[in-house]
């Protein structure tokens, strides 16, 4: 369980950046799945200062999200 967290949280922000780098708004979705597969593995092993930190990225995804929502 714990190596497929891995495994999805970083499949997650690789395919975010390249989706960034194309100036998809995807990107803002696939980075909140994968900050969800990190929340879940940081909950398993307690690290509970790096879920909050996640948290922060995740709230800054939903501001990206919107922000490149208003262009189109």
């Known amino acids: 369980m714990i190596v497929a967290?891995?495994?999805m949280g970083t499949a997650c922000v690789?395919?975010?950046?390249?989706?960034?780098?194309?100036?998809?708004?995807?990107?803002?979705?696939?980075y909140q799945l994968g900050g969800?597969?990190?929340i879940a593995l940081y909950?398993?092993?307690e690290l509970y200062i790096a879920i909050i930190a996640q948290l922060i990225y995740m709230s800054?995804?939903?501001?990206g999200w919107i922000s490149w929502g208003k262009d189109r």
Request: hydrophobic residues 60%; without cysteine; glycine residues 4%.
């Open 60 to 63: 800054m995804n939903v501001y």
């Open 43 to 45: 909950l398993r092993k």
């Open 5 to 7: 967290l891995q495994l």
């Open 14 to 30: 690789i395919l975010g950046i390249y989706l960034t780098a194309h100036k998809k708004r995807a990107a803002w979705a696939v």
């Open 36 to 38: 969800l597969a990190w």
